[in-house]
């Protein structure tokens, strides 16, 4: 592994880590900054909190689109168009977010919101692959983490100081971070063939996994066969193609396949904790929405911080050995969360939810980027990129669904 990594930061270029970390961790305020202003949005747009939700699920499906559409730009056009082509959209999805003032719409809040996740996730994708190592791995997942620590109360503080729509748009942040990526980042080398039908097969299934929680039981069973059918007939296209947007290597490599598993199971859980427990602490405690996003802050800017250190230390840990540790890690905050109703249990599912999430990210991705070959390491890591970013996906829609 270290000899793949190594040679991955001489060929790709420099970035500072604060740079890296900018770059990519804005992309959680577009996931939990929503989270305690749903009802919000929902009194300003005249609907219900459940349509108002629709918004985090069109943020998912952005998010899981976009994450491998990014990593095929990165491989065929370079780092610096995918970053130009991410910029325009994440403006272009805060200009739509901000004109529903003038026409208030859910349409237009939720096409905005779509825009902006495949802008901000083509960020975060290249910030991944400009991360060589896992001192700067560890600053992404760190970031990520961090950045979703602190979103529900700066939600909540911009929604009360300029409106919720502000709030809908801080992914804008990560566009500060761009000067620096550009001055770091490599010329683009030849891309492979264009592959549409791999990439129609991708959208086609990732599409209907993201939509699966948002449907009722008829319509996610559709989705679910949809993604199903589209995903084998996806995989052996890849064999047949092993230049396409998914690289042969990929579903050869049970080492890969198991780190992306792994890493979806976790975040499913950590995103799921954080929309979960507000509503629970609210009923035990009556702490209103700046007292909740107070109380979120500690345990998941503690487990983003963590993952700075943590995730440079499970280096050299075996592959079976830490993902025993993340899976047994996520299970037991998912334990404490599902029985405990006071909040020192419902602190300590956060903490460890958000640990072995932002853990799990940084150290499984590089595993994920040593399971492939060095080519194919940029649209793999864009894969299991994905995989994550669908958990984040998935977790917030389960628990407001349940909930």
Do not use: K
């Not at 069109?58 to 130009?84: H, M």
């Not at 629970?280 to 250190?309: E, F, I, M, R």
């Not at 404490?336 to 799990?360: D, E, K």
Request: aromatic content about 4%; charged content about 5%.
């Amino acid at each position: 592994m270290s000899r793949a990594v190594a040679a991955d930061a001489r060929r790709q270029g420099r970035v500072a880590l604060p740079w890296l970390a900018l770059l990519a961790g804005p992309l959680s305020f577009g996931i939990t900054a929503p989270a305690l202003v749903l009802g919000d949005i929902a009194a300003a747009l005249g609907t219900t909190a459940g349509t108002a939700a629709t918004l985090v699920t069109a943020f998912g499906w952005g998010i899981a689109v976009g994450s491998p559409l990014a990593g095929r730009v990165i491989a065929r056009l370079g780092v610096r168009r995918a970053l130009a082509v991410s910029s325009a959209l994440v403006v272009a999805g805060a200009l739509l977010v901000l004109a529903s003032a003038a026409l208030p719409a859910v349409v237009l809040v939720v096409a905005g919101c779509a825009l902006q996740a495949l802008g901000s996730v083509g960020l975060t994708v290249t910030a991944v692959g400009l991360a060589a190592g896992p001192v700067a791995m560890g600053t992404v997942s760190g970031a990520l983490a961090s950045f979703g620590a602190v979103a529900p109360l700066v939600g909540t503080q911009v929604a009360a100081a300029l409106g919720w729509r502000v709030a809908l748009v801080l992914p804008l942040l990560s566009l500060l971070a761009v000067p620096a990526a550009l001055r770091g980042a490599q010329p683009p080398v030849a891309g492979g063939p264009r592959d549409p039908l791999g990439v129609t097969l991708l959208v086609l299934a990732v599409s209907a996994l993201a939509l699966l929680t948002a449907l009722p039981a008829a319509g996610a069973t559709v989705a679910a066969a949809v993604a199903a059918g589209a995903g084998i007939w996806l995989a052996r296209h890849a064999r047949r193609h092993p230049g396409g947007i998914v690289p042969a290597s990929v579903p050869r490599s049970g080492r890969f396949l198991l780190a992306c598993a792994t890493a979806f199971g976790l975040a499913v859980v950590n995103f799921a904790i954080i929309y979960a427990t507000p509503p629970v602490l609210a009923a035990t405690t009556g702490w209103g929405a700046d007292q909740l996003g107070s109380a979120l802050l500690g345990p998941y800017l503690a487990g983003g911080l963590l993952a700075l250190v943590l995730v440079p230390v499970t280096a050299g840990l075996r592959y079976p050995v830490l993902t025993l540790m993340l899976v047994a890690t996520s299970l037991a905050a998912a334990l404490l969360a599902a029985t405990g109703g006071a909040p020192a249990p419902l602190f300590t599912a956060m903490l460890l939810g958000s640990v072995a999430a932002a853990t799990g990210q940084g150290a499984l991705g590089l595993r994920a980027g040593a399971a492939v070959p060095p080519p194919d390491r940029e649209p793999a890591l864009s894969l299991f990129t994905l995989c994550y970013l669908l958990g984040a996906a998935f977790g917030p829609a389960i628990a407001v669904a349940v909930g």
